[in-house]
């Protein structure tokens, strides 16, 4: 199929790239001459698994083109919507500006029965507020909300958890339209349907608040054990085992309960505030109440880490030379946007300390936002002559292949924060090292 998506950041490029890797023709379609430059010569904008090679292979294949011309989009069966929704300046609510801005720009290039189909996580009600410009032009505007994670986001295009089609509906069931519509998307997405992918067809109020739950509940989780950890800390315990206990429980599951510095990144963050200033708006804001605790709760964890620096350091950080391993708001991603191991880094370096953060992928975007940081590809000399090592991003670098003796042949205190969880204290120990987790004794 022809296929358009409007919008080449995270979503749109890898989308794009995706859906020309099984087999569609996909014109990708951005206002940032930049990016479509780079993108136009196989070049991924940002670190992303696997995006490189469909890149590469869709524009040798002859499938996939870049362009700034919305006029390209003429001609597609279906056009995806990929722009971001950011949290608006001075508020919690979504911008919507960009989508409203790609709508409008499509409208001049629909054809009748063409879909427009909605990817960008959106408040819900918007696509009920979109329809009918579609509609003018003989279009019908679907809502296809994406859930891929970062650093997996090739597979999770390709091969999805579930696909979700909010489609026009008449009093809880699909229109013709909406029948139509929907039947379209299946062929879209025909490799992941044949394979027996869950395709639910719903409403479109329905499909927008799959994706904003799915991602409260997420953050859920992860405040929940975040918060177990603050309760660990003052009786002793340690959330580490708790979760595994908790986890075996198959109604509970041991995903999303990795205690920490808690989550960052474009989506979570943003999203749950989304939805707490959406529900105010719909007048449901006690329904959701909980999502300010679970943001607040997160953000204590932040305090929490510099707080475990400032006692291990005997009282204060000042002048004392900290080596941060991390930057990134997860590992397998270069993204910084509400990097909590970014803002300890940074929080750190305002308290007085000798900053030096590594990285394996995230430097560049870090030293562009934070200048005033000191930063170092190289882990070793990132360790050397540190008072203390803080982990704030589970890259397999530091969990994995750091080994303690190496790490203490470089550094000179014998302190180190695991402000992911992800080493293991007693080797740590062993080697001389006074251990720091976060929720654990
Ligand atoms: C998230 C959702 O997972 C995805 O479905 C949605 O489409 C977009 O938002 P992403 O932002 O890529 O994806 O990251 P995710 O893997 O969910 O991690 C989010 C944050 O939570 C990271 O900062 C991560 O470090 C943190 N996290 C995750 C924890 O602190 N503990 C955990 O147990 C899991």
């Given at each position: 199929m022809r296929l358009s998506v409007v919008g080449c950041g995270y979503l749109g490029a890898v989308h794009a790239a995706a859906m020309a890797s099984i087999g569609h023709e996909v014109v990708g379609i951005d206002v940032d001459e930049r990016k479509i430059a780079a993108l136009s010569k196989g070049e991924a904008p940002f670190f992303e698994p696997g995006l490189q090679e469909i890149l590469t292979e869709g524009i040798a294949s002859g499938r996939l083109s870049f362009t700034t011309?919305?006029?390209?989009?003429?001609?597609?069966?279906v056009h995806f919507v990929g722009v971001g929704t950011p949290q608006q300046a001075g508020g919690y609510?979504?911008?919507l500006t960009y989508v409203d801005a790609a709508i409008d720009g499509l409208l001049p290039f629909l054809a009748e029965g063409d879909i427009v189909a909605g990817k960008s996580t959106v408040p819900v009600g918007t696509a009920a507020r979109l329809a009918p410009r579609v509609s003018e032009r003989g279009a019908t505007l679907v809502w296809n909300p994406e859930f891929l994670r970062e650093g997996w986001a090739v597979q999770d295009t390709i091969d999805p958890d579930r696909l979700v089609a909010g489609v026009p509906s008449d009093d809880g069931a699909p229109t013709a339209e909406g029948e139509r519509a929907a039947e379209i998307l299946r062929e879209v997405y025909h490799p992941s349907v044949a394979k027996g992918t869950p395709f639910i067809v719903t409403d479109y109020a329905t499909a927008e608040l799959v994706k904003v739950s799915a991602n409260a509940f997420l953050a859920t989780k992860i405040s929940f054990i975040n918060a177990m950890a603050e309760i660990a800390e003052v009786t002793g315990a340690d959330v580490t085992t708790l979760a595994d206990a908790i986890g075996h429980d198959a109604r509970i599951g041991?995903?999303?309960?990795?205690?920490?510095?808690g989550f960052g990144g474009g989506c979570l963050p943003k999203d749950i505030r989304a939805f707490s200033a959406r529900a105010e708006e719909l007048g449901r804001g006690e329904s959701v109440a909980f999502l300010r605790e679970i943001d607040a709760i997160n953000l204590r964890r932040r305090d929490r880490a510099v707080e475990l620096a400032t006692t291990a350091l005997d009282g204060s950080v000042f002048d004392k030379k900290i080596a941060v391993l991390g930057a990134a708001f997860?590992?397998?991603?270069d993204d910084i946007r509400d990097s909590p191991a970014l803002d300890v880094a940074v929080r750190l370096h305002g308290l007085g300390a000798r900053v030096t953060l590594t990285d394996p992928a995230a430097i560049d975007n870090a030293r562009r936002l934070h200048p005033q940081l000191t930063y170092d590809s190289d882990l070793d000399a990132t360790l050397r002559d540190a008072d203390a090592v803080i982990v704030v991003t589970e890259w397999d670098e530091y969990?994995?292949?750091?080994?303690p003796e190496h790490a203490a042949s470089l550094a000179r205190g014998r302190v180190v924060i695991d402000g992911r969880n992800c080493l293991d204290p007693a080797a740590w120990r062993a080697a001389g090292w006074t251990y720091y987790g976060m929720g654990r004794p």
């Amino acid at each position: 199929m022809r296929l358009s998506v409007v919008g080449c950041g995270y979503l749109g490029a890898v989308h794009a790239a995706a859906m020309a890797s099984i087999g569609h023709e996909v014109v990708g379609i951005d206002v940032d001459e930049r990016k479509i430059a780079a993108l136009s010569k196989g070049e991924a904008p940002f670190f992303e698994p696997g995006l490189q090679e469909i890149l590469t292979e869709g524009i040798a294949s002859g499938r996939l083109s870049f362009t700034t011309d919305m006029a390209a989009a003429q001609g597609a069966a279906v056009h995806f919507v990929g722009v971001g929704t950011p949290q608006q300046a001075g508020g919690y609510a979504a911008d919507l500006t960009y989508v409203d801005a790609a709508i409008d720009g499509l409208l001049p290039f629909l054809a009748e029965g063409d879909i427009v189909a909605g990817k960008s996580t959106v408040p819900v009600g918007t696509a009920a507020r979109l329809a009918p410009r579609v509609s003018e032009r003989g279009a019908t505007l679907v809502w296809n909300p994406e859930f891929l994670r970062e650093g997996w986001a090739v597979q999770d295009t390709i091969d999805p958890d579930r696909l979700v089609a909010g489609v026009p509906s008449d009093d809880g069931a699909p229109t013709a339209e909406g029948e139509r519509a929907a039947e379209i998307l299946r062929e879209v997405y025909h490799p992941s349907v044949a394979k027996g992918t869950p395709f639910i067809v719903t409403d479109y109020a329905t499909a927008e608040l799959v994706k904003v739950s799915a991602n409260a509940f997420l953050a859920t989780k992860i405040s929940f054990i975040n918060a177990m950890a603050e309760i660990a800390e003052v009786t002793g315990a340690d959330v580490t085992t708790l979760a595994d206990a908790i986890g075996h429980d198959a109604r509970i599951g041991r995903r999303f309960l990795g205690a920490g510095i808690g989550f960052g990144g474009g989506c979570l963050p943003k999203d749950i505030r989304a939805f707490s200033a959406r529900a105010e708006e719909l007048g449901r804001g006690e329904s959701v109440a909980f999502l300010r605790e679970i943001d607040a709760i997160n953000l204590r964890r932040r305090d929490r880490a510099v707080e475990l620096a400032t006692t291990a350091l005997d009282g204060s950080v000042f002048d004392k030379k900290i080596a941060v391993l991390g930057a990134a708001f997860k590992p397998h991603s270069d993204d910084i946007r509400d990097s909590p191991a970014l803002d300890v880094a940074v929080r750190l370096h305002g308290l007085g300390a000798r900053v030096t953060l590594t990285d394996p992928a995230a430097i560049d975007n870090a030293r562009r936002l934070h200048p005033q940081l000191t930063y170092d590809s190289d882990l070793d000399a990132t360790l050397r002559d540190a008072d203390a090592v803080i982990v704030v991003t589970e890259w397999d670098e530091y969990r994995r292949h750091l080994s303690p003796e190496h790490a203490a042949s470089l550094a000179r205190g014998r302190v180190v924060i695991d402000g992911r969880n992800c080493l293991d204290p007693a080797a740590w120990r062993a080697a001389g090292w006074t251990y720091y987790g976060m929720g654990r004794p």
